[in-house]
Nanobody, 123 residues
Framework: QVQVVESGGGLVQAGGSLRLSCVVS????????IGWYRQAPGKQRESVAI??????NYADSVKGRFTISRANAKNTVYLEMNSLKVEDTAVYYC??????????????????WGQGTQVTVFS
């Protein structure tokens, strides 16, 4: 069973930094598509930084401040967040995509989500 677990969230003053980690376990597929999303209160979930078959895409709002990286041997993806702003406050989720079979239905591109980690930036 695939598990996605995020960690590293917390409370930080504006201008500070945090490093989030996402560990994927139980997968039999390579993590070609994996990334970070966030959801602020009252807002829709949005993509932050995505690795897709080697290509990296960042949301405009985080370009130059956030960096996504991976440690393949550890099945781990990181999100280094610098120069944090109050508007970065959100629950941050990690998602990877891979095959899934529930006994009756086979999905080639199933979304595996973590439980999220809270990031709160105060001024």
């Amino acid at each position: 069973q695939v598990q996605v677990v995020e960690s590293g969230g917390g409370l930080v003053q504006a201008g500070g930094s945090l490093r989030l980690s996402c560990v994927v376990s139980g997968n039999t597929f390579s993590l070609d598509v994996i990334g970070w999303y966030r959801q602020a209160p009252g807002k829709q979930r949005e993509s932050v930084a995505i690795i897709n078959d080697g290509a990296i895409n960042y949301a405009d709002s985080v370009k130059g401040r956030f960096t996504i990286s991976r440690a393949n041997a550890k099945n781990t993806v990181y999100l280094e967040m610098n120069s944090l702003k109050v508007e970065d406050t959100a629950v941050y989720y990690c998602k990877t995509v891979g095959p899934h079979y529930d006994g009756t239905w086979y999905d080639r591109e199933y979304d595996y989500w973590g439980q999220g980690t809270q990031v709160t930036v105060f001024s």
